[in-house]
Nanobody, 124 residues
C-alpha cells in the first residue's frame, strides 16, 4: 500500500505564492509518476500538473502554465508544487496522486493512489 500526505496549503492573497508538498511512503512505492489535481466546491476534480518518475518530464494544465512548477525531491518520494501569481480561481482542495504506469496521465482515473488533500484559499 502507498500513502500520500500533502502539506503546505493555506490562505494567501491574490498574487501571492504557496508551496505544496506531498510525501509518499509505503513498502510498495515504486517508479511512479506523480500528479497534482484540485477540486473546487461544486466542481469536478481537475488536473493541475504531473511529473515523471525521473523528474525529466513535466506536464501542466493550461490554466496554471507559467505560474505553477512541479518538481521532485532527490529521493523521488517527495513532490512539490510551487504556486506563484495565485488567483482567486485557484481556490480548491489540492490532491497529490501517484500513477503506477508513469505515463503522466491528465485524468483522475489514471492515478492509483491519492492523498487526503490540502486546502488552498486565495483571497481577492
Amino acid at each position: 500500500q502507498v500513502q500520500l500526505v500533502e502539506s503546505g496549503g493555506g490562505l494567501v492573497q491574490a498574487g501571492g505564492s504557496l508551496r505544496l508538498s506531498c510525501a509518499a511512503s509505503g513498502r510498495t512505492f515504486g517508479n511512479y509518476a506523480m500528479g497534482w489535481f484540485r477540486q473546487a466546491p461544486g466542481k469536478e476534480r481537475e488536473f493541475v500538473a504531473a511529473i515523471s518518475w525521473s523528474g525529466g518530464i513535466t506536464y501542466y494544465a493550461d490554466s496554471v502554465k507559467g505560474r505553477f512548477t512541479i518538481s521532485r525531491g532527490n529521493a523521488k518520494n517527495t513532490v512539490y508544487l510551487q504556486m506563484n501569481s495565485l488567483k482567486p480561481e485557484d481556490t480548491a482542495v489540492y490532491y497529490c496522486a501517484a500513477e503506477i504506469t508513469d505515463t503522466l496521465g491528465s485524468t483522475a482515473r489514471e492515478y492509483d493512489y491519492w492523498g487526503q488533500g490540502t486546502q488552498v484559499t486565495v483571497s481577492s
